[in-house]
């Protein structure tokens, strides 16, 4: 009885464990199953572990899942964070790009104004250089033995007015000896005579840009001056031929003054070539007439005339006495001007001249009692005197000059 007793408990007791068992199914795992069991436990365990599975892989599956979305998640918060600290700077941040946008239009502004007068610079050069080229050809035909040189400079000005250019330079008409700038006053009864070597320099300015040139024509037949015009022009034309940027101005003087010298004559060194700039016949840079030590270099952009004075003599110059043209000069002290006349002068040179050289000629059309006003300006040294260039008593001078503006590939020759 006890046995059987024992065994019934044992029963009961099994079937307890089962139920046990069976309530903690979701802690069972697949191990676990493979542990041997009655019939009836066994799919009763089974049934469990599949539950439990399901239910662990949907657990698992919204860990992974909450994974999966808490990266991008964070990834946004961590991209978002600037935004959030420029959101606190907002006021800052526009100041600072208003300033940058402002400052962008202006300098496209700026940009815009600086290719207009590019622009204007160039076309303007190149037109005074089309009415020199025009004004060459009316002049030299009336440049011959008998003719007055006050008419040469009267008829070669009013021409290049008649085009529609202001003088740019007075026109320099230089015999013999005297080498530059001399123009001739109102009453000049001067001819040309047989024998003589004539100079004809000529400055055409259009919106204050001027195109410079000039040429020699011999009436001289003494064999000493045969060559002295083909000297002078094959000087300028093979130093035009090696320009092009980053060339120094020395190279040009060092070949010019080989084939002067190669005719037999002499460059007069202390004349040269030069740049030109608005309002400014001689500008900052220059090209000797020989070869020295040191110079500028041409730049892309940059407009010069090159211009070569040959003698017969020994290329030496000195200041004549005579001075009929003259420029204001703007780096001179405030003075105290007391005539009427004077303070209207120069009220015409600031409107019609700024600093380009006018002659006595020009200004005595304007008014007449100038001459007055000329004295008072020399006088206040507010005017600067162009006196007439020589070279040595008995020498012969010639001239010849081109402008041109130096491109990236070489230069364009305006006249």
């Given at each position: 009885?006890?046995?059987?007793a024992?065994?019934?408990?044992?029963?009961?007791?099994?079937?307890?464990?089962v139920k046990k068992t069976?309530?903690?199914k979701?802690?069972?795992?697949?191990?676990?199953?493979?542990?041997?069991?009655?019939?009836s436990?066994?799919?009763v365990?089974?049934?469990?572990?599949?539950?439990?599975?399901?239910?662990?892989?949907k657990k698992?599956t919204k860990?992974?899942?909450?994974?999966?979305?808490?990266?991008?998640?964070?990834?946004?918060?961590?991209t978002t964070k600037?935004?959030?600290k420029?959101?606190?700077?907002?006021?800052?941040?526009?100041?600072?790009?208003?300033?940058?946008?402002?400052?962008?239009?202006?300098?496209?502004?700026?940009?815009?104004e600086?290719?207009?007068?590019?622009k204007?610079?160039?076309?303007s050069f190149?037109q005074a250089?089309?009415?020199?080229?025009?004004?060459v050809?009316f002049?030299?035909p009336?440049?011959k033995i008998?003719?007055?040189?006050?008419?040469?400079?009267?008829a070669?000005?009013?021409?290049?007015?008649?085009?529609?250019?202001e003088?740019?330079f007075?026109?320099n008409?230089?015999?013999?000896?005297?080498?530059a700038?001399?123009t001739?006053?109102?009453?000049?009864?001067?001819?040309i005579?047989?024998?003589?070597?004539?100079k004809?320099?000529?400055?055409?300015?259009?919106?204050?840009?001027v195109?410079d040139?000039?040429?020699?024509?011999?009436?001289?037949?003494?064999?000493?001056?045969?060559?002295l015009v083909?000297a002078?022009?094959?000087?300028?034309?093979?130093?035009?031929?090696?320009?092009k940027?980053?060339?120094?101005?020395v190279?040009?003087?060092?070949?010019?003054s080989?084939?002067?010298?190669?005719?037999g004559?002499?460059?007069i060194?202390?004349?040269?070539?030069?740049?030109?700039?608005?309002?400014?016949?001689?500008?900052?840079?220059?090209?000797p007439n020989v070869?020295?030590?040191?110079g500028?270099v041409?730049?892309e952009?940059d407009?010069?005339a090159?211009?070569c004075?040959v003698s017969?003599?020994?290329?030496?110059?000195?200041?004549?006495?005579?001075?009929n043209?003259?420029?204001?000069?703007?780096?001179?002290?405030?003075?105290?001007?007391?005539?009427?006349?004077?303070?209207?002068v120069i009220?015409?040179?600031a409107k019609?001249?700024?600093?380009?050289?006018?002659?006595?000629?020009?200004?005595l059309?304007?008014f007449?009692?100038?001459?007055?006003?000329?004295?008072?300006?020399?006088?206040?040294g507010?005017?600067?005197?162009?006196?007439?260039?020589r070279?040595?008593?008995?020498?012969?001078v010639s001239q010849?000059?081109?402008?041109?503006i130096?491109?990236?590939k070489?230069?364009?020759?305006?006249?």
């Open positions: 009885m006890k046995i059987m024992h065994k019934k408990s044992t029963k009961k007791s099994t079937k307890k464990t069976t309530a903690k979701t802690k069972v795992t697949k191990k676990s199953v493979k542990k041997p069991a009655k019939k436990t066994k799919k365990i089974e049934k469990s572990v599949k539950k439990s599975t399901a239910k662990k892989s698992t860990k992974v899942t909450k994974k999966v979305v808490k990266k991008p998640t964070l990834e946004k918060t961590s600037p935004v959030k420029s959101t606190v700077k907002t006021e800052e941040v526009k100041k600072e790009e208003k300033e940058e946008k402002e400052l962008t239009e202006e300098e496209k502004e700026q940009k815009e600086e290719e207009k007068e590019k204007l610079r160039y076309e190149k250089g089309e009415i020199h080229k025009q004004v050809k002049i030299k009336k440049i008998g003719a007055k040189l006050l008419d040469i400079c009267e070669t000005e009013d021409k290049m007015i008649e085009l529609g250019a003088i740019g007075p026109t008409i230089c015999i013999n000896e005297v080498a700038h001399y001739s006053p109102p009453d000049d009864e001067s001819v005579k047989e024998g003589d070597v004539v004809i320099d000529i400055g055409v300015s259009v919106e204050g840009y195109a040139g000039a040429f020699t024509i011999s009436f001289n037949q003494d064999p000493t001056t045969a060559n083909t002078v022009e094959t000087a300028v034309l093979k130093g035009l031929s090696i320009i940027p980053q060339v120094k101005t190279e040009v003087g060092k070949v010019t080989k084939i002067i010298r190669g005719f004559y002499h460059p060194k202390d004349l040269h070539g030069h740049s030109l700039e608005k309002w400014q016949v001689h500008g900052f840079k220059e090209i070869g020295i030590s040191s500028d041409f730049e952009g407009v010069f090159l211009e004075f017969t003599g020994l290329g030496n110059i000195h200041n004549g006495t005579i001075c043209i003259y420029a204001y000069d703007l780096n001179t002290e405030r003075v105290p001007i007391r005539m009427k006349i004077t303070r209207r009220g015409w040179i019609n001249k700024k600093t380009l050289p006018f002659s006595t000629r020009e200004l059309k304007e007449r009692t100038g001459k007055m006003a000329l004295r008072e300006l020399t006088t206040a507010k005017l600067h005197k162009h006196f007439e260039i070279e040595e008593k008995g020498a012969f010849y000059e081109k402008t041109f130096v491109t990236d070489g230069i364009e020759v305006f006249n």
